[in-house]
């Protein structure tokens, strides 16, 4: 095991992998005495995982024992994402031991997910095989994540859909369950995600106090951290009417076809779009996009939109920042 520096200035650690080939890591620093600690740290974690016994495994195997993993803490949404990864990993690699795949093989299969389908999958893709085999290292499927070295893809930046005042009047016309239309005002008026409204309980909210919680109980959130939100008179309206009569239990959603059925609002929502005959493109998530940039469209800062979508980084609200052409106009404006 030796360092080198390469023509950037970063000094990396060379060394050999569990099948001898040399393979080199960066120290991520100019300094050699940085980089000499970076070694040493590297050397004894190498020596560690030599003496570690791995337990070989094949892909359709851990496909097996992580999914079981996933259930347990993540949403069924990223289940079912993970579901997909080691489906098309499966027909890319056939079925090897997890430990004998490389950098460079996992590299092969991004290259081959973007141009097959896109490179929206393929970052996602990224992301469900590193985490996948982070929990493979801890459960000693494999001595290290081959993925360790690669960088996350950045795909092309997509406008949010959201729709017009004008749009979503025509949408809400077209609605003639009015438990169904309760979840689309409420929806567009929070910005709440599809699972978090489908699993919205009583006790979550305090209309006197025109507040919601999101406390993890009944859904966990994306962030997985505990949320307030303020309602705006609309929604109060709407819960107040909801709740008149009720006697199917906590649930928000009094209407059983609506209570945690995922497909059946995407199906219905579907429906009343073509019966509006609007965009095609627009489903139930554009309604959080159409709440977020109603805001911004009003001169809400991008932070306080941010939290109110309960993103844990200002940088994925920073997608709404177009609409507010008007700042930078202004801005211009003043050199006259």
Known sequence: MFLS????????AYYKDAKGKRQAISTKSKLKRDALKFLTYFRD????????????????????????????????KTTKTFVTTFKYMLEFFGDPIISDLTEKDIRRYVDHRIKT????????????????????VNEEYMIENPCINIKRLKPPQKLPLFFSKNEFEQL?????????KALVIVAVNTGLREME?????????????????LDNRNHITKS??????????TVIDTLLELKIGDNQGDSVLKFAGITNRPKYVQNNFRKYIKLAE??????????????????????VSIYEVSKLLGHADIKT????????????RNAVEMLD
């Open 172 to 180: 809400l016309k077209v609605i003639d369950k009015e438990e169904f």
């Open 45 to 76: 974690k190498v020596e560690e995982r030599a003496r570690r016994k791995i337990i070989p495994i094949t892909i359709s195997k851990f496909r097996f024992e992580f999914l079981k993993h996933s259930e347990a803490i993540h949403s069924p």
């Open 117 to 136: 389908p896109s490179i929206y999958q393929a970052r996602k893709d990224l992301i469900n095989i590193s985490s996948s085999f982070t929990w493979a």
């Open 5 to 12: 520096k390469r023509p950037s200035g970063i000094y990396y």
């Open 278 to 299: 609007l965009n095609k493109k627009l489903n139930f998530h554009s309604l959080r996009h159409t709440f977020a940039s109603w805001l911004v469209q009003k001169g």
């Open 197 to 213: 409204l489908l699993s919205l309980q009583w006790n979550q909210i305090f209309l006197e106090k025109g507040i919601l919680i």
């Open 224 to 233: 997985k951290k505990i949320r307030t939100l303020p309602l705006n008179t």
């Open 317 to 328: 609200t920073q997608i709404y920042a177009h609409l507010r052409s008007d700042d930078l």
